[in-house]
């Protein structure tokens, strides 16, 4: 099993800047993908950034700008530095990780960790 432990969220003015940090543990091995889902409010939960075992990323487009995905692959664990933040970036924020073995696929996912941008 994985476990995935989220860190670095807390309370920041709009324009300021926050890292958070998931730190993956258990079967390490077959992790293809970590990430992190935001979910705010009266809202769906979507995609923030995402990183492959390959270096790949992806942002959504309200955070490509302001957001950096990287990964420390002696730690396991993948950090999001979030720059430039705003109201709309208020929410929980759920890292993930895949684990693929063979032709199986599991998520996992963090506790999720509050961010809240105040105006």
């Known amino acids: 099993q994985v476990q995935l432990v989220e860190s670095g969220g807390g309370l920041v003015q709009a324009g300021g800047s926050l890292r958070l940090s998931c730190a993956a543990s258990?079967?390490?091995?077959?992790?293809?993908?970590m990430g992190w889902y935001r979910q705010a409010p009266g809202k769906q939960r979507e995609l923030v950034a995402g990183i492959t075992s390959g270096g790949s990323t992806n942002y959504a487009d309200s955070v490509k700008d302001r957001f950096t995905i990287s990964r420390d692959n002696a730690k396991n664990t993948v950090y999001l530095q979030m720059n430039s933040l705003k109201p709309e970036d208020t929410a929980v924020y759920y890292c993930y990780a895949y684990r693929k073995i063979l032709a199986s696929m599991t998520q996992y996912w963090g506790q999720g960790t509050q961010v809240t941008v105040s105006s």
């Open positions: 258990g079967s390490i091995i077959g992790i293809n993908a």
